[in-house]
């Protein structure tokens, strides 16, 4: 296991993890992030989505370790002050 420090929603996290396990568990078993979704496994589907940096990116199979020092953006942090954003309240 390695300690790395991820951004997350405009907050750091640090988190202890084998740091070739794909994004989305640490975004979902260690963060609670529950938004992004497990679908195909093969970056297929999009269900595992998020925003890094302001791009798209899947996150089902690519290594928590790629996104040290990047800017993750979950659904959960699509907020629109204390309201659901509009992309939210799509998916609601």
Do not use: W, Y
């Not at 370790?65 to 509009?86: C, H, K, W, Y």
């Amino acid at each position: 296991m390695t300690t790395m420090q991820l951004r997350v929603n405009g907050e750091i996290h640090d988190i202890d993890a084998d740091p070739a396990m794909p994004l989305i568990f640490a975004l979902r078993n260690h963060l609670g992030l529950v938004g992004a979704k497990l679908g195909c496994s093969l970056e297929q589907c999009g269900a595992c989505a998020v925003l890094v940096d302001g791009e798209p990116v899947l996150s089902c199979v690519r290594a928590v370790s790629e996104f040290e020092n990047t800017d993750i953006t979950t659904i959960e942090g699509l907020v629109d002050g204390d309201r659901p954003s509009a992309i939210q309240q799509a998916f609601i």
